[in-house]
């Protein structure tokens, strides 16, 4: 049980909102929430914070003995595996005691002297919030561009740096995504730019060095769709990307000629999802095309890219999803899923073999990584699993041998994969469709019903959380967690029609089937609903507020973080980043069809005088993706409406966005205050 202190929570002020769409009125008493230059505002949210530091400081020492514990079994002077490109070996690297990567690379061997990129320490001084994204070497090397934001709310400025001399240009470039690719002249970067309210990525710009003026390369006009821009592992092409939800179109450009036009590979077609790669005089071709659910790879000439000369090469497979391709000179490396497992098939170009490589166990990961040379034998792929920490692997596709380049360290000497048992159990949802679940748990539980279980999910855009290994995690399930991840529909987990089948109007299916997977872990004695938790993030958090008023019984606790919640008003704010390009996700609210199933499951409008279970809520004030007024506006009709005096917390980082804290170990802060929070409902205290 957890100790609440007697202090009185804030009370937000109610300002009736009128909202009418399809002869529908809904009263929104929180709308005056979304000013963050009112000061109300940004005092109600310092209210919350200060009310959340009360009830849980009994805690705070506990919170700092797990965030000792678990930043004692990262190694934190650390580097990555180093990739060769373009004549360089490229290394990311952690220092102890510093929060940031450092980017170093050497010249033709890992024998020659180390040459400083960017020491992300150096650059974070000063700054509450620092990240560094897309770093991108001129065919030269002598040149790198790269992105800033110092906000969180993922709008970046472009830099590029001299190698030779250490010098930071002039070319400073705002709003942008914060990725460019050079053209082959080492002159030339192509970029995106964002809307300024909307932040979409709706423009490619060319930039010359030295220029003060850059020009317009693509816009796209569609606010359903965003546009990025790239260079083909083959270095012979910049592609220009224009997708949505649903379709896709691709603009190809000679990376010889920066000065040329873009021309159109193939036109969208709406519902035709495509990928393309070059190789050779073809380029290769993942699609959905003629109705091919899961995918099938197909190829066109350099010369005919038109859909009508697209050829066949790997047949559409009713029971095996195809994620991805790596090319390699003499190799077809193929990504693909069965039975929500990973898998990796490796063809040579010439037919003479064709095989996958072995896994033995169904609560694994497994994925291709860094492969960005194009003529070698050598592929790298990562593996994980539930009780079995990382591993870059070698493997030399010519010789079938591998080498494991780097296993991931679990310092502090206790951690022994042989005490954690993984299984995969399924459960059957409403309508009898088996839903899988990936549990782990410490050696020794009994199946008694009273061991806390925290059971966590996504559910959504056809993004697959698979079964991998958390360092964090060991804290929960050393002391009798079970941690269970449910794979519900909306994720990919058993193919594309998974997907499908939880999203539009088939979205309740996300939120039955965590229910489902609840009762199941109940009926098998995992556990009790005086001992379960839920936990989702985002999207995720949209699952949470759902299932708890869907059936808030099941649940002891449940943590949202940054919880899309308010669905039916944001879908319908189409000035809000993202909207315009949810519609193919969610649906159009101002169709009333649409309009109508959300507001059947949107947590914020479905909120009822009724128990719930307690509840932590974490937001960002800067949050691009999940405006912090969702779960503030949540949390303050939460309080208004529910009948329990179980706690209720809201956490808002006042200088983070989406992704929460940027420091390397800042992070954890938070994972440890939201463990503190599941331990001590549970009476566990160290």
Not at 163 to 174: G, Q
Not at 202 to 216: N, V
Not at 292 to 297: C, D, P
Not at 332 to 347: A, C, D, P, Q, Y
Request: glycine share 6%; aromatic share 12%; with cysteine.
């Amino acid at each position: 049980m957890l100790k609440k202190l007697n202090v009185k929570y804030p009370i937000a002020k109610k300002i009736p909102h009128k909202l009418e769409i399809h002869d529908d009125v809904r009263i929104d008493n929180y709308f005056w929430m979304k000013d963050r230059d009112n000061h109300e505002v940004i005092d109600y949210l310092k209210a919350e914070n200060d009310y959340c530091d009360q009830q849980m400081s009994h805690t705070k020492e506990f919170q700092k003995e797990l965030f000792q514990e678990m930043k004692a079994r990262i190694k934190e002077d650390d580097s990555s595996v180093p990739y060769k490109y373009n004549g360089y070996w490229y290394i990311t690297k952690f220092e102890k005691g510093k929060d940031y990567p450092i980017y170093t690379r050497k010249k033709d061997t890992l024998e020659n002297p180390e040459e400083l990129l960017f020491d992300g320490n150096e650059m974070a001084k000063g700054q509450s919030y620092f990240k560094i994204v897309g770093i991108s070497i001129s065919s030269d090397n002598k040149l790198v561009s790269y992105g800033i934001d110092l906000t969180g709310r993922r709008q970046y400025t472009i830099h590029i740096k001299n190698l030779e001399t250490n010098e930071i240009l002039k070319d400073n470039i705002e709003n942008t995504t914060g990725s460019s690719s050079w053209a082959n002249d080492n002159q030339t970067i192509f970029y995106t730019k964002k809307d300024q309210v909307t932040l979409r990525a709706y423009q490619i710009f060319k930039h010359k060095l030295g220029a003060t003026k850059d020009s317009l390369v693509f816009e796209e006009d569609d606010a359903t769709f965003g546009v990025t821009v790239y260079k083909t592992k083959s270095r012979k092409y910049i592609i220009i990307a224009c997708y949505s939800t649903l379709t896709n179109e691709y603009h190809i450009l000679n990376a010889d000629n920066p000065d040329g036009k873009f021309q159109l590979f193939q036109e969208r077609i709406r519902g035709v999802e495509y990928s393309i790669s070059h190789y050779k005089d073809y380029f290769f071709i993942l699609t959905n095309k003629d109705k091919s659910t899961n995918f099938k790879l197909m190829k066109t000439s350099i010369n005919n890219t038109f859909i009508d000369n697209w050829e066949e090469v790997i047949p559409h497979r009713k029971n095996v999803l195809i994620e991805n391709i790596d090319i390699f000179k003499e190799y077809l490396v193929i990504s693909e899923r069965n039975n929500g497992l990973n898998k990796i098939r490796i063809k040579r170009w010439d037919n003479h073999e064709d095989y996958h490589l072995p896994f033995d166990n169904e609560t694994y990961t497994c994925y291709t990584t860094t492969n960005i040379e194009f003529d070698t034998d050598v592929l790298r792929y990562g593996y994980n699993a539930l009780t079995t920490p990382a591993s870059i692997i070698e493997y030399d596709m010519k010789t079938k041998s591998k080498k494991v380049l780097k296993e991931q360290e679990i310092l502090g000497g206790k951690f022994q994969k042989e005490n954690y048992v993984s299984e995969r159990l399924w459960a059957k949802a409403e309508d009898g469709t088996k839903i899988p679940i990936s549990i782990v748990y410490k050696k020794g539980i009994k199946k008694n019903g009273k061991n806390p279980l925290l059971q966590y999910s996504y559910g959504s855009y056809g993004s697959t959380v698979d079964p991998y290994f958390s360092t964090i995690r060991l804290s929960l399930l050393d002391r009798g967690f079970i941690y269970a991840i449910a794979h519900v529909r909306g994720g990919e987990y058993l193919g594309r029609k998974w997907y499908e089948d939880g999203k539009l109007l088939n979205k309740k299916n996300t939120f039955s089937d965590f229910l489902a997977c609840s009762i199941e872990l109940i009926k098998q004695r995992y556990t009790s609903s005086k001992h379960l938790y839920a936990m989702g993030g985002s999207a995720g958090g949209l699952l949470i507020g759902a299932i708890i008023n869907e059936a808030p019984e099941l649940y002891n606790g449940v943590i949202a973080a940054v919880p899309f919640v308010d669905v039916v008003t944001t879908m319908l704010d189409d000035s809000i980043p993202l909207t315009t390009g949810e519609y193919d996700e969610w649906g159009n609210p101002n169709d009333k069809l649409y309009y109508d199933y959300m507001k059947s499951y949107s947590p914020y409008d479905n909120v009822d005088a009724k128990n719930y279970p307690n509840m932590l809520v974490t937001s960002g004030l800067h949050d691009s993706q999940v405006q912090y007024w969702e779960p503030s506006k949540w949390v303050a009709k939460l309080r208004d409406m529910k009948t329990d005096s179980n706690a209720l917390y809201l956490r808002t980082n006042m200088e983070a966005g989406h992704g929460g804290a940027s420091g390397r170990f800042e992070s954890l802060k938070e994972d440890a205050e939201e463990f503190a929070f599941l331990l001590h409902l549970e009476g566990i205290k160290t």
